[in-house]
């Protein structure tokens, strides 16, 4: 399965993959009122993207990674918080302890989850008036986007399954549908936070990030390597080694009901 590759670059992933904005971190601990009573639960933390700074916060968290290497170098971000456990497990079929969660989250990863059992699984977690938290990452027009047109022409040479023509989705055109929540007996007061932000990159910053997507770990080593090759001369050439990349969060949130 693709979501199994992302434990062969569990460095990389830390290296490469960007932090979350602050501004989408407080407006977390806003809506949960998280602070050191707060038991909180993460779902699919990889190396501790989110984890750290919902840990400065000093709660009690339990984070469920499914892959060791990637649960290994979050343990290792986490050392210095000693009221945060990592444990290696597939969420699915993780056991939850008796005592429920004031919060469970899970940033970037919700769509790796099983989508007819998820919103169930996750209101098993929590405590009536608990939250269930999903943060996602969207890549929007913006930032370089004459680079990003232009480098459809890469995927479509090395990667067959690539649509023609492909371009960046607007923020209008991008949103979540939280019908999932929102039809649940086990959620109410459903909202959405969202909020863009820009990243510039160097061409190898830019490479680096994109080896932590799990279509791109998973191709076949000639056609990674082609593929990579062109977009560098697209971006040494045309951009001067730099592009900026526009990204857009959510923050989606719901209350555990007393069903």
């Known amino acids: 399965m693709l979501r199994d590759t992302f434990d062969r670059a569990a460095e990389r992933y830390d290296r490469a993959r960007p932090r979350y904005p602050r501004r989408l971190v407080d407006e977390l601990a806003r809506v949960t009122g998280l602070g050191p009573d707060s038991r909180v639960l993460e779902i699919a933390p990889g190396t501790g993207q989110l984890t750290v700074p919902l840990a400065e916060f000093g709660c009690r968290l339990t984070a469920v990674e499914l892959g060791p290497s990637t649960a290994a170098v979050a343990r290792r971000n986490l050392s210095a918080f000693p009221r ?4 290696v497990a597939d969420f699915e079929r993780w056991r939850p302890p008796d005592e429920p969660f004031d919060l469970a989250v899970i940033a970037t990863a919700y769509h790796w989850l099983d989508p007819r059992t998820r919103v169930a699984k996750a209101a098993r977690t929590l405590r009536p008036g608990g939250t269930f938290a999903v943060v996602t990452t969207h890549h929007v027009a913006g930032g370089t986007q004459d680079f990003f047109d232009r480098m459809q022409r890469c995927y479509e040479r090395w990667d067959p399954a690539t649509p023609p023509g492909l371009r960046s989705p607007t923020e209008d055109e991008t949103a979540t549908d939280t019908g999932e929540f929102e039809h649940s007996a086990h959620f109410e ?3 959405v936070w969202r909020g863009a932000r820009e990243i ?7 490479l680096d990030v994109l080896l932590t997507y799990s279509g791109h770990i998973a191709m076949d080593e000639p056609s990674r390597r082609g593929l990579l090759a062109c977009l560098r001369e697209l971006m040494e050439t045309r951009h001067g080694g730099r592009v900026t990349k526009r990204y857009l969060h959510e923050l ?3 209350t555990r009901t007393g069903a």
């Not at 945060?84 to 444990?87: A, D, I, R």
């Not at 510039?200 to 830019?206: P, V």
């Open 84 to 87: 945060v456990e990592v444990e």
């Open 189 to 191: 007061d459903v909202t």
């Open 252 to 254: 989606i949130t719901a």
């Open 200 to 206: 510039t990159y160097t061409t190898d910053e830019y």
